[in-house]
């Protein structure tokens, strides 16, 4: 039986094992390459996608439940050769290192501000926790979320400590 | 690859009937599937993703829940994120508020269901199991020949890995008085030790009613009976607490598993038991 859904808005057909991956088909049959294979445990985020709108690990669904779903790979999150916010924030920061969780990196995060545009530096971290970064440059991705949310950033900021007049 | 491979390996049911008889007629291994973390996951423990799956994802009865009644219902399909976020407030049900959004990681806990956390057998380390023993929660049940039953989570561990072809069709708790408290250790993939506790105090402030559970220990989660035993009566003092759990880890029968060996699950066990009720003191406050 094969499994129709839209893939970056555009309707896809897969005929093989139902039981495959996303990960694989996206990577393998579609060759969108920027979701990456990484642990393939739903782990380490490198292979998230937007399902119906919600950033999951593409490694945990079969295709075969994806009947009628909307998926939006990184190659769907901005027009092609254009940056959407966090992508362009990233650039801006210098934040990629070796570069493989940063397409679930930028998922998982367009997803959480648009739910919550102006997050704290804790809440950042918490909703990159299934997000693994082995270069380890969490606090430069924090640090250019929060240039985006500029009104949060000056709450998170510590007081500035008062200068006396002499 | 995807190609050269079988490909009629789904079934798609709409019915929990259609789906207990698409088992029953499978002649080869055939394993229903609701959030599929488990399953998809086979091949990192070097376990085949089994020769034809039951999708369970387009039953509705199984996508049903009732979190204002009392009891709550959560049907099977119920995932962690979406009781993370519906569960009423209140000190009662904090335990399984915790557990719920603790676990795994969030794109996890998009796709987990409370069905698979209850029903994967080789799963020791499933988060909702602890919560769910302290809350009293019954396990409902689809047999075959149109037969339904309710069973004590305790009794559904047992009967979860006799042999037998039933679907888990939700689960049910009631609210109550009690304080509770849910934590965990996480080391790499999964907790390496859970404490779920729920605790009812009498006038004078000491212990009257008291569900400690332990999960990520054994082989599965259960009721740590002998704790509950001896704290009832005392002062919930985290740290008498946590010297009671010492004492008595004897009692347990500790699992060792890539993550973490025996000896080290129970180990940090009287420190989780201390935060547990260390949460709880907070509440009281």
Redesign the interface.
Known sequence: ?DVQFFVNGEERT????????LL??LR??FRLTGTKSV?????C?AC?VLIDG????S????V??L?GAEITTIEGMAPVGELNLVQQAFLDHDVVQCGMCFPGMVI?LTHFLGSNPMPGRAEIKE?L??NMCRCTGYERIVDAVLSICPTEQAEDQPPVPEVSER | ???N??????A?PESVDEALDILAASDIETVP?A???W???G??RYEP?PPR?V?L?RIAELREYDFDSDPIHLGAMATHDLIARSLPSGADLRCLALAAHQS?????R??ATVGGNLCVVGFAAADLVPALMVLDATVCLALPGRRRLELDLSEFMAFRRKPGRYLTTGVRFARNARISAHVRVPMR?YPVCIVSLSVGMDASGRIADLRLAVGAVEEDGRRWKEFEDEARGSEPDPVAMGELARKLSTTLTPRSAHDAPGWYRVQVLPAMVRRAFAQVRAEMR
């Open positions: 039986m897969f005929g093989g094992d139902q039981r495959t991956p694989d088909v393998g049959d642990c393939r445990g739903g782990f985020g998230t919600e950033p999951v690990p490694c945990q669904r079969p075969g439940l009947e998982t909703a926790a299934g | 690859m995807s190609r491979i079988p490909r009629d390996t789904m798609l599937i959030g599929a973390t399953i998809m996951r091949p990192t993703i799956l999708a994802n795994a990681n969030p794109g996890i998009r796709l993939d």
